[in-house]
């Protein structure tokens, strides 16, 4: 059975750090471009950092970059999502996914993109 389970979210001060991971069952996570998004209170999910399957091609979008960083862990069958400087409008429900094919290219980093999900980790970034 496919499985991503995200964990290691929670209430951060502005300025702190976090690193959310994301597990992946029945499925080899290594082979599979993956993405992590979030969704606010009342916004769209939108795509955060997109990893592509093969030769590390990655998207960033804009009010990450250079505070995020995604990595891949392939012992783990795991992937993460280190938060850098965090600020209130990172607040947030933030979920991994996959793309269902393996080796397939990495599609844009949206959500109609990605076949498995998880079930989401809260980030709460406040003081």
């Known amino acids: 059975q496919v499985q991503l389970v995200e964990s290691g979210g929670g209430l951060v001060q502005p300025g702190g750090s976090l690193r959310l991971s994301c597990a992946a069952s029945?499925?080899?996570?290594?082979?599979?471009?993956i993405g992590w998004f979030r969704q606010a209170p009342g916004k769209e999910r939108e795509g955060v950092l997109c990893i592509s399957s093969s030769d590390g091609n990655t998207y960033y979008a804009d009010s990450v970059k250079g505070r995020f960083t995604i990595s891949r862990d392939r012992a783990k069958n795991s992937a993460y999502l280190q938060m850098n400087s965090l600020k209130s409008e990172d607040t947030a429900v933030y979920y991994c996914?996959?793309?269902?094919?393996?080796?397939?290219?990495?599609?844009?980093?949206?959500?109609?993109?990605?076949?498995?999900w998880g079930q989401g980790t809260q980030v709460t970034v406040s003081s």
């Open positions: 996914a996959a793309v269902g094919t393996a080796w397939a290219p990495m599609p844009a980093c949206t959500v109609s993109g990605y076949d498995y």
């Open positions: 029945g499925f080899i996570l290594d082979y599979h471009a």
